[in-house]
Nanobody, 127 residues
Framework: QVQLVESGGGLVQPGGSLRLSCEASGFTLDYYNIGWFRQAPGKEREGVSC????????YYADSVKGRFTISRDDAKNTVYLQMNNIKPEDTAVYYC????????????????????WGQGTQVTVSS
């Protein structure tokens, strides 16, 4: 059974840091692009960052560029989202998603490309 489980969310002060984890089970991440998305209260879900299966290609939304870093550890079947200099507008439920690849392609933050989704982890930024 394909499953993605996010963890690492919580309450953080502005300017603080969090590291989100996305652990996969039931499949290996080697042939998947992984994306992080978020949904703030009253807003549509939006793309945050993604990492391609080659481990080298990453993409960030402008709103998080320079503050967030995505990485993957295929040996642990886990993808991370390091969040630094967190802002109140980063408050949201964060989801990871997996795109199964038939042939390699660079990841994109297009939600319909992703086949499997986690349940999400809440990040709340407040002083």
């Amino acid at each position: 059974q394909v499953q993605l489980v996010e963890s690492g969310g919580g309450l953080v002060q502005p300017g603080g840091s969090l590291r989100l984890s996305c652990e996969a089970s039931g499949f290996t991440l080697d042939y998947y692009n992984i994306g992080w998305f978020r949904q703030a209260p009253g807003k549509e879900r939006e793309g945050v960052s993604c990492i391609s299966s080659d481990d080298d290609s990453t993409y960030y939304a402008d709103s998080v560029k320079g503050r967030f870093t995505i990485s993957r550890d295929d040996a642990k079947n886990t993808v991370y989202l390091q969040m630094n200099n967190i802002k109140p507008e980063d408050t949201a439920v964060y989801y990871c998603a997996a795109e199964e690849l038939v042939v390699f392609r660079l990841c994109v933050l297009y939600q319909a490309s992703y086949d499997s989704w986690g349940q999400g982890t809440q990040v709340t930024v407040s002083s």
